[in-house]
T-cell receptor, first 116, second 111 residues
Framework: GAVVSQHPSRVICKSGTSVKIECRSL??????MFWYRQFPKKSLMLMAT?????????EQGVEKDKFLINHASLTLSTLTVTSAHPEDSSFYICSARPGLEGYEQYFGPGTRLTVT | DAKTTQPPSMDCAEGRAANLPCNHSTISGNEYVYWYRQIHSQGPQYIIH???NNETNEMASLIITEDRKSSTLILPHATLRDTAVYYC????????????FGTGTRLTIIP
């Protein structure tokens, strides 16, 4: 199956700093990538949808100035958590969908962010 | 709003078939049924999807009722590695349609 990678897998940062998470589709081109957040023992919550070369579409309640998303190429999307605070500590997961049709999304392994 | 209803948890003996039900009584004609699973601290994994016909792949079988209001995911010979949270999702098959995850079913395979 299609492979999606995320980097880093774990990151610990101090409150007030920014953290960048990369999501790459390794063996396919992804016209659409999605970013999710998952708190402990909770389900995945979609944060935003990004399309290559255009601005991301954020879900209601997600601050676009705090969670910067860049989808610069068909294989790379980045999520930057700016001025991170302890409440931003979570499991961040990206997914990618090849092409415009097909509901199969391929998920990355996730990034565990801890803000101290 | 969740479009699907699943039992919160299930147990299954190792080697037996695991049958995971999903209710999607408000599914519309152009919506598919998708199944994903998430093993602890990993990203979700695509399992299978279908529209109205039953489907089978190397991982599982998907049985969709004739009225399409419910479906069952079948793992034919469950192993300990199948312990995970299983999500049943309905949605259309095109465009930027996004996945909405419900609470899923926590399946535990018992040795």
């Amino acid at each position: 199956g299609a492979v999606v990678s995320q980097h880093p897998s774990r990151v610990i940062c101090k409150s007030g700093t920014s953290v960048k998470i990369e999501c790459r589709s390794l063996d396919f081109q992804a016209t659409t990538m999605f970013w999710y957040r998952q708190f402990p023992k909770k389900s995945l919550m979609l944060m935003a949808t990004s399309n290559e070369g255009s601005k991301a579409t954020y879900e209601q309640g997600v601050e676009k100035d705090k969670f910067l998303i860049n989808h610069a190429s068909l294989t790379l999307s980045t999520l930057t958590v700016t001025s991170a605070h302890p409440e931003d500590s979570s499991f961040y997961i990206c997914s990618a969908r090849p092409g415009l049709e097909g509901y199969e999304q391929y998920f990355g392994p996730g990034t565990r962010l801890t803000v101290t | 709003d969740a479009k699907t209803t699943q039992p919160p948890s299930m147990d299954c003996a190792e080697g037996r078939a695991a049958n995971l039900p999903c209710n999607h009584s408000t599914i519309s004609g152009n919506e598919y049924v998708y199944w994903y699973r998430q093993i602890h601290s990993q990203g979700p994994q695509y399992i299978i999807h279908g529209l109205k016909n039953n489907e089978t792949n190397e991982m599982a079988s998907l049985i969709i009722t004739e009225d399409r209001k419910s479906s069952t995911l079948i793992l034919p010979h469950a192993t300990l590695r199948d312990t995970a949270v299983y999500y049943c999702i309905v949605g259309r098959n095109f465009g930027n349609e996004k996945l909405t995850f419900g609470t899923g079913t926590r399946l535990t395979i018992i040795p």
